[in-house]
């Protein structure tokens, strides 16, 4: 073999191993460019991944604040019609109060009037118990009366009794004298007759 034939052949052996690098150098970067994208598809899978559950998740959120915002008005209006039930109690409570007020008014004068009532009963009632005590007195002094009318009625029946025994006493002296007359007349008249025998 010639010196020629060998430093070409050796330029051909370098040129290959040269190649052989350059290949290897490129599978190398290629292996890692495919890795390289491999883990950018896998990020790029999980980052679409967790967009669709912050998706899910903010459409989840956005119906829970359409409910929650349907809840407040809701419970806005029944705050309100709380709000007006209890101005309509408030308002029904203070005329109830003006109404008690006003019973209680009455009451008390009721009971004032009841109170001079009762002083002009116990008046009246002290009134009667001096009339009552008159009227006993009346009474009492009646009776005596009665029983003196009925002792000067016994006592004119008894007068009656003797001015009755009396007048037929007077009745029978009457007689007698009228009798005595008579008898004397008669006694005169036989008396005359005699003399004029």
């Given at each position: 073999m010639h010196q020629g034939d060998d430093v070409t052949s050796q330029t051909g052996r370098q040129q290959s191993t040269d190649e052989g690098v350059q290949s290897q150098r490129y599978q190398d970067e290629r292996a890692l460019v495919d890795l390289t994208v491999s883990e950018l598809q896998r990020d790029?899978?999980?980052?679409?991944?967790?967009?669709?559950?912050?998706?899910?998740?903010?459409?989840?959120?956005?119906?829970g604040a359409q409910q929650a915002r349907s809840s407040a008005q809701q419970a806005q209006i029944q705050a309100r019609q709380a709000q007006n039930q209890a101005q309509?109690?408030?308002?029904?409570?203070?005329?109830?109060?003006?109404?008690?007020?006003?019973a209680q008014a009455q009451a008390q004068q009721a009971q004032n009037e009841a109170q001079q009532a009762n002083q002009r009963a116990q008046l009246a009632q002290g009134q009667v118990q001096q009339v009552q005590s008159?009227?006993?007195?009346?009474?009492?002094?009646?009776?005596?009366?009665?029983?003196?009318?009925?002792?000067?009625?016994?006592?004119?029946?008894?007068?009656?009794?003797?001015?009755q025994q009396a007048e037929d006493q007077a009745q029978q002296a009457h007689n007698h004298a009228h009798q005595a007359l008579t008898d004397a007349g008669q006694i005169r008249t036989t008396a005359r007759q005699l003399q004029r025998a």
């Open positions: 790029l899978q999980r980052v679409e991944d967790q967009t669709r559950i912050a998706q899910q998740d903010a459409n989840n959120s956005r119906q309509q109690a408030q308002s029904q409570a203070q005329q109830a109060l003006n109404q008690l007020q006003q008159q009227v006993q007195q009346a009474q009492n002094e009646a009776q005596q009366a009665n029983q003196r009318a009925q002792g000067a009625q016994e006592r004119a029946d008894q007068a009656n009794q003797q001015s």
